[in-house]
């Protein structure tokens, strides 16, 4: 009977172990992937908040395997490890994705600004064109023609920073260029409602 | 009793109660063995002395590598953070690695000093990433006032001097690059700005050596200035007449007789006068010894004119020379119809290469300037008045 009793308890022991003794190693693998992936998406430029929620819970998770690799086999258990990891890898696909959102904004609006750009860019140049002309207007002519160039000369920067990812640089600038093409418009304007009342 | 077929002898009786007292006895001592021993270990584990994991350290360390990401660290320092970063995560998985070994043989020590070292070196990268921002800021705020200096200087050297446009445009340049600077800044993109600030300095340096270029041509070219004028004083005196001389840098026309300095009157001049008239349309006052060549008290579109003899043989033989040079244009005219002429005193160069007066003073000169009175126009005069 008492070995009987015996018997029964070493078997449902190992039993027990062989279940829960086994390290998440495809989960491990799985977050770990995750993770690299929302670093290549710049998480941690444009969702800094999200990219590090992940990487806190996906060290939880190496220190809940660590802990359970120390302990007695009987006594080990990596079902904590196994859900953190879990989480750890939807916590790190949530941030590439919200990473990737934030950019295809800035995208957008920086690609907004050079389209609002152009447009008084080219009222610019349209403006020029319809300027008062005459003796007395060429030297004004000139310099409004410089203005007009150094605002077109920031915007072919604003340009290339946009391709180059530089979106905060070219917004300043695009945001002087435009300022540059409105006064412009506003001078030639004024040029024009001078020599209608004179 | 057992029955016939199962008769046993005495002695195997008793070899059978002595075996199964046998076996009572030893499970006995086996169950107060193991009750010993788990009573043992329960004191063991209640009364020994052990050690609490550095949670407390490991919240820090979190807290401090948070705060210098905010700062910026990551941008600025960022060697520095990733070994912050490094010795958070190496102190927390040495923690949890005591944290799985039986309780009395636990020992925190090193997981504590790593989290410590990593809080440490987290505020380390904080601090640097500051003083690297203080840093940056001064920097590009300090390169923004020396441009902005510098172009202050160059804006009145422009503004006392003939239109230059050629030097304007750089000036609208390297300003536009001030104004981008000012605005990345104000988004803390340091590096940005001062790289902007460079480029205006290149646009600065550029406008500078256009107006050396300038001031060369002038110091070439004085000494000839010099002579016309003497060459007209001279006239002035000896024939006793009335000569007019132009100073387009100092926008002054000079109205003497023999010899003499009798009035001076305020000008403007071509709206491109920095240089020698070149070709028609291109706004500059031609500079040269000329006459004037009819006098119109009526009709034109400027109040009153005295047209003069632009271009003279020098400027034909010149004009050739720049198209054969290919300085100018093959297609190009070399222009006419040069006068002095009111509808003046606007304050600034405005007229396609003519020379304009206020209408009062046109009133003035006109009563003592004829047809072939001498007109000559220097861009510089150091001599006179």
């Not at chain 2, 209640?46 to 979190?62: G, I, W, Y």
Request: overall charge neutral; some cysteine; hydrophobic content about 40%.
């Amino acid at each position: 009977m008492f070995k009987r009793i015996t018997i029964a308890f070493i078997a449902f022991a190992l039993l027990a172990f062989v279940s829960c003794a086994k390290a998440p190693e495809q989960e491990m693998q799985k977050a770990n992937t995750s993770i690299e992936a929302a670093r290549t998406a710049e998480a941690e430029d444009y969702a800094p908040d999200a990219y590090g929620i992940a990487m806190d819970t996906l060290n939880a998770a190496n220190a809940a395997k660590t802990e359970a690799d120390g302990k007695f086999a009987l006594f080990r258990s990596y079902s904590k490890a196994k859900e953190m990891f879990v989480r750890a890898e939807a916590l790190a696909n949530e941030a590439a994705s919200a990473a990737q959102a934030e950019k295809e904004r800035v995208k957008a609006e920086v690609e907004g600004l050079l389209t609002q750009a152009k447009a008084v860019l080219d009222s610019a140049d349209a403006a020029l064109k319809k300027a008062p002309k005459g003796k007395g207007s060429k030297a004004d002519i000139e310099l409004i023609k410089g203005d007009l160039d150094a605002a077109n000369a920031s915007y072919t920067d604003a340009q290339n920073d946009f391709t180059a990812g530089k979106y905060k640089s070219a917004k300043a600038k695009l945001e002087a260029a435009m300022q540059k093409a409105q006064a412009v418009i506003t001078e030639i304007e004024q040029a024009k409602a001078k020599k209608a009342g004179k | 009793m057992r029955g016939s077929s199962e008769r046993t002898t005495p002695a195997v009786d008793f070899v059978c109660i002595g075996q199964e007292v046998s076996l009572s006895l030893k499970f006995r001592f086996l169950l107060v063995a193991v009750l010993i021993v788990i009573l043992f270990s329960v004191l063991v584990f209640l009364f020994l002395p052990c050690q609490h994991p550095p949670v407390a350290s490991l919240e820090n360390a979190k807290l401090a590598l948070k705060q210098a990401a905010k700062t910026g660290a990551l941008r600025y320092k960022k060697q520095f953070y990733r070994s912050a970063e490094k010795l958070m995560r190496d102190g927390w998985m040495e923690m949890a690695h005591q944290n799985g070994r039986l309780a009395p043989f636990r020992n925190y020590e090193v997981a504590d000093s790593i989290l410590k070292l990593a809080a440490e070196t987290a505020h380390e990268a904080d601090r640097e990433a500051r003083e690297r921002i203080r840093y940056l800021d001064s920097l590009a705020q300090s390169e923004r006032a020396d441009l902005q200096n510098e172009l202050l200087l160059c804006r009145e050297a422009l503004d006392g001097s003939l239109a230059n446009f050629k030097a304007e445009h750089y000036w609208t340049s390297a300003d536009l690059s001030l104004q981008v600077s000012e605005l990345l800044i104000t988004k803390g993109e340091y590096e940005e700005a001062c790289q902007t600030v460079a480029k205006g300095r290149e646009s600065l340096h550029r406008l500078i050596e256009i107006l050396a270029e300038y001031a060369n041509d002038e110091a070439q070219k004085i000494n000839v200035w010099r002579r016309w004028v003497q060459e007209t004083l001279t006239e002035s005196r000896t024939k006793g007449t009335y000569v007019v001389i132009v100073d387009k840098s100092a926008h002054k026309t000079y109205l003497i007789r023999a010899g003499n300095l009798v009035h001076t009157y305020d000008c403007e001049v071509g709206y491109n006068s920095v240089h020698q008239k070149l070709f028609a349309g291109d706004g500059a006052t031609p500079e040269g010894k000329y006459q004037i060549s009819a006098v119109k008290p009526h009709g034109s579109k400027y109040y009153k004119a005295l047209l003069i003899n632009y271009p003279n043989a020098l400027d034909k033989k010149r004009f050739q020379e720049n198209k054969k040079r290919g300085i100018i244009s093959l297609r190009a005219r070399i222009g006419g119809l040069i006068e002095i002429h009111g509808e003046g005193g606007r304050n600034e160069d405005w007229t396609d290469g003519c020379i304009a007066l206020t209408n009062s003073e046109m009133d003035h000169i006109m009563q003592y300037v004829t047809v072939g009175t001498p007109v000559t126009i220097v861009r510089r005069s150091d001599l006179w008045p």
